[in-house]
């Protein structure tokens, strides 16, 4: 099976109303500036989409509305390359993970995003067990995710690699920071399975190792852009790549001041995509962290 979410794909956040709800107009509009700005794949209800703190019915609810968004997108211009959806299903309980990446294949998603367990630390041989599991539960490629500064367990190349030969693992989403560990993976994989940057910063470096893609936050407010560093950089034009790269790292870097998805949310509030509402535990970000994100608003012309 071939990954089909290789360039740029956005980890959507979640917009939500005044009163909490989900906004789903203003979800709406944000799929569609990603999809005319030349985004190659969407991803919501990652964890970008603050899924710790969605119901089910509400994690159902964005990944139909994307669903459709692109299915209406390839309809309006169906000579257009299509634009797929890679759904987020993660979790630290097996089954209820399966379960849920059930439901999103029912739904019509093109692939399943699952992250590494979290708080459990479970082994290799219990990480490799629970993404066997997921894989084996659904029909669609399956990218893993490996946020080891999130989940407090690293997916190690040696693990990575055997789960490469599951023939529907088709990717992992690598965000452990860790470029010898980014380039064993490479140096190894089969030719069918793609390394995806999980970090914008790192987006450059990993590319020019031999990823494929990335999944970025940084995308959200700004994914013209971020598409164009990922696309120079796969047609080896690094010289225009590096250019984007440095002038696009001081928002790359400001958007993980503080945790992820609230100066994205704060940036695009202050762009008018969004209402500045995130769910406990997580709060809106410090006055120093606006300021900083208003001047890089300022600089970049978003």
């Known amino acids: 099976m071939t990954n089909p979410f290789r360039g740029c794909g956005t980890a959507l956040i979640t917009p939500f109303t005044a009163d909490g ?19 190659d794949f969407l991803v919501p209800c990652g964890t970008t989409g ?20 692109a299915r209406q997108a390839r309809g309006a211009a169906p000579n257009h390359a299509r634009k797929p959806v890679l759904g987020g299903a993660g979790g630290n309980n097996t089954q209820h993970v399966i379960a849920l990446a059930r439901e999103l294949e029912s739904r019509g998603v093109d692939g399943i995003l699952t992250v590494a367990p979290y708080y459990n630390k479970p082994t290799q041989e219990g ?10 539960a659904v029909k669609l490629p399956v990218v893993l995710y490996n946020v080891p500064g999130r989940t407090a367990s690293n997916l190690e190349p040696a693990t990575v690699l055997r789960l490469a030969q599951i023939p529907n693992i088709v990717a992992v989403k690598e965000a452990s920071g860790n470029l010898a560990q980014i380039g064993a993976i490479l140096a190894a994989a089969p030719r069918d399975f793609d390394v995806l940057s999980g970090d ?18 940084a995308s959200n407010p700004a994914p013209a852009a971020i598409a164009a560093l990922v ?40 762009m008018g995509l969004c209402n500045e509402v995130l769910r406990l535990p997580l709060v809106p970000v410090r006055p120093a962290t606006r300021d900083r994100l208003a001047a890089v608003r300022r600089d970049l012309s978003l």
């Open 50 to 69: 603050e899924t710790p703190t969605l119901e089910r019915a509400e994690h159902l609810r964005l990944i139909e509305l994307a669903v459709e968004a």
């Open 127 to 136: 990480l490799y067990q629970h993404f066997a599991a997921i894989a084996a």
């Open 200 to 217: 914008d910063a790192l987006t450059l470096a990993i590319l020019a190792l031999g990823g494929q893609g990335l999944i970025s936050v």
């Open 21 to 39: 709800a989900l906004d789903e107009a203003a979800f709406r509009r944000l799929i569609a500036l990603q999809f005319e700005q030349g985004i």
């Open 231 to 270: 696309a120079a950089a796969r047609a080896g034009d690094f010289a225009r790549a590096r250019e984007l790269h440095f002038r696009y790292l001081p928002l790359m870097d400001a958007l993980f001041v503080e945790s992820s998805p609230a100066p994205a949310k704060c940036l695009m509030a202050q």
